[in-house]
């Protein structure tokens, strides 16, 4: 087959994080392929796929399209040279409409002047012709996030990117969403474009991919053709050694309940209930696992319960004393940690730096605060040994967090979280975003935590998560606690079912129906 | 009797009009900075400076016309200036908007003396206003023309200015590159958006504006060239911009709303016993009073919102079905 992409001898080095990002990197991409691009956090596929989108310059290295020697200084020219980016981070404009953010820059006008309505129809027909609706006219910021990557996939298609970048668009997905895409990815490949697919799901590369590359620590791996791999081997080469892919998790021994959530409703920003007279427990000693399709009231509930959120009705227990009146800092104060879904907006704050970030609601232990002044020594070695623990690549004490890969950046909030003995921990998405290994290491981590007496909340939408990690699990719908199942017998199949508003007699039903 | 409050009614129309323009030019200005992600805080200095170069330029050259566009120039120049230090060397457009501001202020008091001999103010009988219009169309209109003709052609600049930001912002190509660079501007970025032109642009064009308002002080309302001549309609204008929700129409509005202040001010010196101290804090008053409105308006709305939730709640007709569709979570 043709080449459509040929990327040789890559080299990235930055300074100012004292990174070797690329390092002598060889990637070659045939037409019409969908190649896997799979590595750990900060393994550098990101920086790779910014090069070839003109948004970093590489220190050495050539690119050739189509066996033709191209420079790619500026966005600019990727786009007129038929590359199109959907990147890691969405990069839509809130208040604008659906049509509005497809067109930007390429709107139709006369002499300036805008043509709204051929903009809107111009976008009615693009959706049509590739399959993916979406109303022009309404706006990015009330769209879920599934939506709002169709948007962006558009947006591309709509330049007329014959190479389409992916960079981890599964990462925000609900399994649904994710099914959704893989099929709009396949017949996109099918129509003649050439897809680069960056994920850290194995899974997701056996489905979607034709070729995968493999990246660690800046180089490249080795490519390979998806029927001729497997997923242990492609994680081997990811890690550099075995990963367990089964844990070990010790019976569970719950005790006291830590916290408790009694008739708690809470209402959206748009003033519709998304929690309804909620009430759930959490023991010390379990992880109590939260399911539900996004959207059905998870968000809400974590920040409510974390302190970000008012309540409208309900009362919140953490260690049997009423919570509802204290604030953010006051909650984490007493033994309460929070990893939050949104990294960026509310788990960190990228203007501050590392240590900063990491000692939020600390400072004022003695520990790290002597009379009022903060203790530099002391708090770079609790950034070093949180680096080191959790293996953030890129990371050092006093260091920018902004050009942490977005999987490092994770594994800071991770380890903040985690450490300092939490007596309850909130864990919203914890793994997402991340690789094989270190979501073993989180998972490890909370189950730790778990032995140590810790209760965990532990809300996600990936099913594989909440199965492995759960002692027990209860499926959200509609802000309500739709059922709640042993995770020792439950099946993908009866949360399936509560997922999507079923009932347990139902769930029995369909049990035996199955089973005869 | 009654005719005597209409004549006065009108005379507080039309000064409140008059009033109103340097801070709505001003604020048209403000407006386009917040729509291009530039905070402008140097509006009052800019102003400043455009009444003094207004009034000084008229004064050598002979021509009222010529010291506007002088001034007006100033202002865009310096407006490329905060546009350079701001995209090459980083400078914390605050910082600089300060700087400017005080600088401005002691320049322009030195100047004055030095070049005229005066400290607290100054004015040539050679100068010459800037003359109003009559409008014919409008002259002859009963009510309405009274309140909209006469002014010279700054006032009805402004109003042209309102409108026409207006369709650039929201039915020109550029002016939605404006708002998205705003808004967003690694998504402007990524599409190929040149950002540094679009922030760039705006400072120029609300440098000008500030400037015009200026001039509208020096020798379009008045002839004449007081120290701080200004008085913080730079801010006031800020405000407005603020208040109405960086739209040019509505930010139009908020500033009139402001000049009737304004006039207002003055009108209550003259026929009460009021002291000049007090009435010449009503603006000032009325600034403060939008800007806590500004930053209460957003929480009210939420207390609202969940007011009637609430209620919502309790009303027994509500089942627990209907209120629990699903509300899409904010991830
Ligand atoms: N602008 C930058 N300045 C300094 N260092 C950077 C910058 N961008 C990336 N890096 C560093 O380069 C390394 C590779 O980052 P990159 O974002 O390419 O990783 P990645 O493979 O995409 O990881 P992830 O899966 O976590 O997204 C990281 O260690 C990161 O900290
Ligand atoms: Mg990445």
Known sequence: MALALEMKGITKYFPSSDVL????????????????????????????????????????????LDGNKVSIGHPDDAIRLGIGMVHQHFKLVPSFTVAQNIMLGIEPSTFGVLRQRDENEAVARLAEQYGLPVDPTAHVRDLPVG??????????????????????????????????????????????????????????VMHVADRVSVMRGGRMMGTKKVSDTSIPELARMMVGREVILQLEKPEARPGEVVFEAKDVTVASASGVPAVLNLSLQVREGEILGVAGVS????????????????LDGGKLYFLGKEINRLDVYQRRHLGMAHIPEDRIQVGLNLEANLDENLIVSRYKLPRFNRMGFLL???????????????????????????????????????????????????????TRGLDVGSIEFVHQTLLDARAEGAGILLVSVELD????????????????????LDAATATEEEIGILMAGGTLQETARSMKAAAS | MGNFTDIL???????????????????????LCNRAGVLNLALEGKMLLGAFLAIV???????????????????????????????RYEVDLIILAIALNMLILELTV???????????????????????????????????????????FIVYFSWFAAIALYFILFHTKFGRHVRAVGENKEAAETVGINSRRVQTFALVISGMLAAMGGAFLSVGHLKLFTRNMSNGRGWTAITAALFGFNHPIATFFTGLFFGFADAFAVRIQNVTDLPPNLAQLIPHFTTLVVLVLVALREKVGQMLARRRFQTQLQSPQTSPEGATSPASGTD
């Open chain 2, 57 to 87: 330029v008229a004064f050598y050259v002979g021509n009222t016309y010529i010291g506007i566009v002088i001034a007006m120039m100033a202002g865009g120049l310096l407006g490329l200036l905060f546009a350079f230090l701001y995209h």
């Open chain 2, 110 to 152: 030195y100047f004055m003396r030095v070049l005229f001999g005066q400290v607290g103010s100054w004015s040539d009988p050679s100068i010459q206003r800037v003359p109003d219009i009559q409008i014919p169309v409008l002259k002859n209109i009963p009510v309405l023309g009274d309140i909209l003709n006469g002014y010279n």
């Open chain 1, 295 to 310: 959207g059905n009231g998870q968000t809400e509930l974590v920040e409510a319960i974390a302190g970000m959120r008012p």
């Open chain 1, 147 to 204: 939506m709002q990557q169709r948007v962006e996939i558009l947006k591309v298609l709509q330049r007329e990117a014959k190479i389409l970048i992916l960079d981890e668009p599964t990462a925000v997905l609900t399994p649904q969403e994710v099914g959704e895409l893989i099929r709009i990815v396949r017949n996109l490949s099918k129509l003649g474009y050439t897809i680069i697919f960056i994920t850290h799901k194995l899974v997701e």
């Open chain 1, 21 to 64: 990002a690329n390092n002598n990197v060889d990637f070659t991409v045939e037409a019409g392929e969908v190649h896997a691009l799979v590595g750990e956090n900060g393994a550098g596929k990101t920086t790779l796929m910014n090069i070839l989108y003109g948004l970093v310059k590489p220190d050495s290295g050539e690119i050739f």
């Open chain 1, 376 to 430: 530099r020594r002391a708090i770079r070695d609790f950034s070093a040994s949180i680096i080191e623990k959790f293996s953030i690549a890129g990371a050092r004490p006093g260091g920018s967090i902004a050009t942490l890969s977005g999987g490092n950046m994770q594994k800071v909030v991770v380890g903040r979280e985690l450490s300092g003995n939490p007596k309850f921990i909130i864990a919203n998405q914890p």
């Open chain 2, 9 to 31: 009614t009108f005379q507080l129309l039309n000064s409140g009009i008059r009033l109103a323009t340097p801070i709505i030019l001003a604020a048209l200005g403000g407006a």
């Open chain 1, 465 to 484: 998560e909440i199965m492995s990690l759960s002692d027990r699990i209860v499926v959200l719908y509609r802000g309500q606690i739709q059922g709640e």
